[in-house]
């Protein structure tokens, strides 16, 4: 697994997520998967980064990104 994860990467397995998890209710509430992997995103868009390195990132959220990477291969 590579040392960070892109901007363009998160975007990417926030829409697995959200494929395999849509929001659900009238609030379109996210699923626990898509809101872990958003706060990354909104993380990285606020501090205005491409790439986050992978220790900064939540073991849970780390778990997702990784079974994300796996259907990609």
Partial sequence: ????????EI???INYWRAL?????EERV?????????G???MMIFERT???PLERVEPAARQLLES???QRA
């Fill in 11 to 13: 975007e990417e397995a």
């Fill in 1 to 8: 697994m590579a040392m960070e994860i892109s901007v363009t």
């Fill in 30 to 38: 996210l699923s626990p998967e898509v809101n872990a992997l958003a």
């Fill in 21 to 25: 998890r849509p929001s659900l209710g």
């Fill in 40 to 42: 990354i995103y909104a």
């Fill in 68 to 70: 994300w990477r796996r």
């Fill in 50 to 52: 491409r790439a986050v």
